[in-house]
Structure formats: C-alpha cells, structure tokens
C-alpha cells in the first residue's frame, strides 16, 4: 500500500521512528544520575506514558524535562509517584 493510507493517521509519527525516540529516552533516563529509578516507559497508541516512583520532586521534574526533550511533539502521560522520605513527626504505637 502506499499514498497517505500507508502512514497512518495525518501528523501521527512513524511506529519506528516513535520507538527510536522511546529507546533513546530509555537510554538517557539509564546513562544518567536517574538510571536507578523504577521509571517504565510505555508506548500506548500514538501517546507514551511514564509511570513509576521517584524519590524527590526535582528527579520528577528531570524525569519530565528529559520526555519532554526527547518526546517533543507526542502526547506524553506521567504518572510519577514521589516518595516520602521525611522523618515521622510521632512514634509508632505497637500496642
């Protein structure tokens, strides 16, 4: 098939070309101080979504920089979870 059938909807990036761009981002978030987080990265249709936990909202916002960098263009989904690693502010009762 070839004509504007054979590429999808209209402005809709390449199924490889949108992959490339994933598995750069995959290879950026690894190469980095982020690498060790638990960050998945799905493509879902023509959008991607990033889910998993960080430790602070400054590695979020790196999260987000770098997807929005690598990304730019595509319909991109975050469901980051910041932990909380602050101190309890009271003793645990065990009784």
């Known amino acids: ?7 999808g909807a209209p402005g809709a990036p390449a199924p490889e070309h949108l992959e490339y761009r994933v598995a750069h ?25 990033l889910t998993g936990t960080v430790p602070s909202d400054r590695c ?10 690598q990304l730019a263009g595509l319909p991109v989904h975050y469901d980051l979870v910041v932990t909380d690693s602050s101190s309890p502010d009271h003793a645990e009762d065990l009784t």
């Open 25 to 49: 981002l995959r290879d950026r978030l690894a190469a980095g101080d982020l690498g060790e987080l638990g960050v998945r990265i799905e493509v879902r249709g023509e959008a991607v979504l």
């Open 60 to 69: 979020r916002d790196d999260v987000r920089r770098l997807a929005q960098e």
């Open 1 to 7: 098939m070839t004509g504007p059938e054979a590429q």
